[in-house]
């Protein structure tokens, strides 16, 4: 079963320029976009807001302006609409489960590259299990011209069990055409802080040792994804500034959410968090366990 491509509506020019990223990414997929809008009506009686017709009014604008300009931009691509009712990260979640990509809109911080988060994205990233895209105005893609990809960049940790994000960059490189380049940061380990003197061939033995470790995990999908241009880094340093500076030249950044069910809830790692604070590109964050 083809699992359709769910973005988040709401009227804002960060939303349509979801709408527009999301259509495209529907079409690489060949599957059914779903443009959805929530309407919360769980507000304080104090605090005035405005009457149902208003605001489904409200919903039914936003919707309708979305999908008459996909449908515009992608007149073949199937295209459906839903008004959802509740607390919008909650709903968005619900009803992205079962998506195969849920995009959201963001505002970009001004003057600088990255995203401002605000607490609906954020809550719904952490909410759901589906992967999920951050995409800002300027990535809206330009449907005027031939579409020339640029690389999909992947955060990879050696240390973890990294497949449902490396299957989720590998096949948005190989629907795109793109190259895929790996990027994995690392630190000595904690006993050389305590040496009592540097020696750089530690160092250089530590990154040779790291290199080979990504060299094997990225093994098993380079066999299966054979047409693929594959290069992967391994740098000494944090996660997080090795993959802003690699988001410059990148169409996608793609980073793990490790999945922590607790008591005191989930939540967004700090690479991803970093990440999707400054990248240069639009980010997918893929929740795995």
Same mark, same amino acid.
């Given at each position: ?45 104090? /605090?005035? =807001?405005?009457?149902? #017709?208003? *605001? @489904? !009014?409200?919903?039914?604008? &936003?919707?309708? %302006? $979305? ?86 960049? /992947?955060? =990879?940790?050696?240390? #973890?069990? *990294? @497949? !449902?994000?490396?299957?989720? &960059?590998?096949? %948005? $490189? ?105 990248? $240069? ?9």
């Amino acid at each position: 079963m083809k699992h359709h491509v769910t973005v988040g509506v709401d009227g804002s020019p960060e939303s349509r320029a979801a709408a527009r990223w999301g259509a495209r990414e529907a079409a690489l997929r060949e599957v059914p976009l779903r443009l959805v809008h929530a309407v919360d009506w769980l507000i304080s009686p104090a /605090v005035p =807001v405005p009457g149902r #017709e208003v *605001a @489904d !009014r409200w919903a039914d604008e &936003a919707l309708t %302006e $979305a999908l008459e300009d996909v449908r515009r931009r992608h007149p073949g691509l199937e295209v459906s609409t839903r008004c959802l009712s509740g607390r919008p990260a909650a709903a968005l979640a619900a009803e992205a489960a079962d998506a195969g990509l849920l995009v959201l809109g963001s505002r970009g911080v001004k003057g600088l590259a990255g995203f401002l988060i605000g607490s609906v994205s954020l809550s719904t990233l952490v909410a759901t299990e589906t992967p999920v895209a951050l995409v800002r105005m300027s990535d809206t893609p330009d449907e005027s011209a031939p579409t020339r990809y640029r690389e999909i960049v /992947v955060g =990879v940790d050696i240390h #973890e069990a *990294a @497949d !449902r994000v490396l299957a989720f &960059a590998f096949e %948005e $490189a190989a629907r795109r055409g793109c190259a895929l380049r790996a990027v994995h940061a690392w630190k000595m380990p904690s006993m050389y802080q305590y040496a009592p003197f540097f020696d750089p061939e530690n160092e250089r033995e530590v990154g040779r040792s790291v290199t080979v470790m990504l060299d094997d995990m990225l093994m098993p999908w380079r066999h299966k994804f054979p047409s693929l241009s594959v290069t992967h880094e391994a740098f000494m340093g944090p996660a997080d500034d090795q993959l802003v500076r690699a988001s410059a030249g990148a169409d996608l950044v793609v980073v793990g959410r490790r999945l922590r069910r607790s008591p005191l809830g989930a939540h967004l790692g700090s690479v991803a968090h970093a990440v999707l604070h400054h990248a $240069a590109a639009p980010v997918a964050v893929i929740a795995h366990d």
